[in-house]
């Protein structure tokens, strides 16, 4: 089960999250901030903003979901973080980008 089974209907959102463990919280952001994820006692926690609109919303899961489908959350050194933000960011965005386009 992954991403790209969920963008082809072959499975739900909730199924995807139940597999790899993970839930979604709606929480007020400030402005700029779409959501983000964490780790916390082995759950995925995705944190989207709630101000957002319905696309939106889902755009930010889809990108939250692929930083755990990239292992990104294992990747990064605390200190060195800041540093690869940028990299990882870009690495989520272009491989929904490319699993919305080969479905």
Do not use: W
């Not at 990299?87 to 699993?99: G, P, R, S």
């Amino acid at each position: 089960m992954n991403i790209y089974n969920l963008l082809k209907g072959n499975i739900t959102q909730k199924e995807l999250l139940d597999y790899i463990n993970a839930t979604i919280r709606y929480k007020e952001l400030p402005k700029g901030i779409n959501g983000f994820v964490f780790q916390h006692k082995g759950i995925f926690v995705i944190i989207v903003n709630e101000c957002l609109s319905y696309y939106k919303r889902k755009k930010t899961i889809l990108h939250e979901l692929a930083h755990i489908e990239l292992n990104q959350l294992e990747q990064y050194d605390n200190d060195l973080f800041a540093l690869k933000i940028d990299k990882y960011e870009d690495e989520a965005d272009k491989y929904i980008k490319y699993l919305i386009e080969t479905c």
